[in-house]
Nanobody, 119 residues
Framework: QVQLVESGGGLVQAGGSLRLSCTAS????????MNWFRQAPGKEREFVAQ????????YYADSVKGRFTISRDNAKNTVYLQMNSLKPEDTANYYC????????????WGQGTQVTVSS
């Protein structure tokens, strides 16, 4: 069993930066691809970024490419999302999720952290 806890959300002005963290319990963190998703009020949850288990590969939604950076520290069981040049449309609840490599299933989810970008 893996529990994921996000932190680092908050209120920031447009153009500002935030760094989100997602820390996992358990000893199998390094076997999962880690993802960030977000969900704005009244909208569907959308993919933001993914990083491979060893951190060697990353993928981003077009909407955040060039502004957001996903990284991980397996020694600390933590995945990060550095968000720069934030826009009001980035306002959402941000979730981390662990994805099983063998099945592709998103097997564990955090509770989310709110990011609000003011114009």
């Amino acid at each position: 069993q893996v529990q994921l806890v996000e932190s680092g959300g908050g209120l920031v002005q447009a153009g500002g930066s935030l760094r989100l963290s997602c820390t996992a319990s358990g000893r199998t963190f390094s076997t999962y691809a880690m993802n960030w998703f977000r969900q704005a009020p009244g909208k569907e949850r959308e993919f933001v970024a993914q990083i491979s288990p060893n951190g060697g590969s990353t993928y981003y939604a077009d909407s955040v490419k060039g502004r957001f950076t996903i990284s991980r520290d397996n020694a600390k069981n933590t995945v990060y999302l550095q968000m720069n040049s934030l826009k009001p449309e980035d306002t959402a609840n941000y979730y981390c999720a662990a994805r099983a490599i063998r099945t592709g299933d998103y097997v564990y989810w955090g509770q989310g952290t709110q990011v609000t970008v003011s114009s």
